[in-house]
């Protein structure tokens, strides 16, 4: 399922804490089980980032999917 999501909050959560953790994408796609275009697509926009993609990705990361609930309080 492909969907354009302007200024997502979760795909803003998630670069954030890419940015914090200092991990490439191309290494939390391959954790997530994501091709890297995928992950992209999901972070741009093009992919609906759905319940299940969000606690694969704040694993991948070694985080807590609450975590990135809180980076998109922040950035509102």
Partial sequence: MIAKQERDP?????????????????????RAGFTQQQFSDMLNGRRVIRAIDIFRISTAM?????????ECKHSE
Avoid at 62 to 70: K, N, P
């Fill in 10 to 30: 979760i795909a803003i959560g998630i670069k954030k804490k890419i940015i914090e953790t200092g991990l490439m994408q191309k290494s939390i796609a391959s």
């Fill in 62 to 70: 070694g985080i807590e999917v609450a975590d990135l609930y809180e």
